[in-house]
């Protein structure tokens, strides 16, 4: 059974970093794309980033552009999510996502992905 198992959240002060780790387990196949989303109390469920498996090619969401970065080793089957100049705006559940099999959906939606996390809380005090 494939699991995903978020870790590296936390309250951290505006203007501060956090790395998320997101480590695959029980897979007997190779991941397609891998990608981090993000829910705020009573909003919707939100794309972040997300990186294709065997190529490496990145996607941002643009309220993150330029702050965050993901990245994945392919050996110990992991995604990373690491977090920059972090604002208020940006606490929200943190959630890894993935999918073994090609898709037409495209990165930033969630239909695109078949296996999540159970979730990880992450904070910014202003």
């Known amino acids: 059974q494939v699991q995903l198992v978020e870790s590296g959240g936390g309250l951290v002060q505006a203007g501060g970093s956090l790395r998320l780790s997101c480590a695959a387990s029980?897979?007997?196949?190779?991941?397609?794309?891998m990608g981090w989303f993000r829910q705020a109390p009573g909003k919707e469920r939100e794309f972040v980033a997300a990186v294709h498996w065997s190529s490496g090619i990145t996607y941002y969401a643009d309220s993150v552009k330029g702050r965050f970065t993901i990245s994945r080793d392919n050996a110990r089957d992991t995604v990373f999510l690491q977090m920059d100049s972090l604002k208020p705006e940006d606490t929200a559940v943190y959630y890894c996502?993935?999918?073994?099999?090609?898709?037409?959906?495209?990165?930033?939606?969630?239909?695109?992905?078949?296996?999540w996390g159970q979730g990880i809380q992450v904070t910014v005090s202003s």
């Open positions: 996502a993935a999918t073994q099999s090609w898709t037409t959906a495209a990165p930033r939606e969630k239909d695109g992905y078949n296996y």
């Open positions: 029980g897979r007997a196949f190779s991941w397609y794309r």
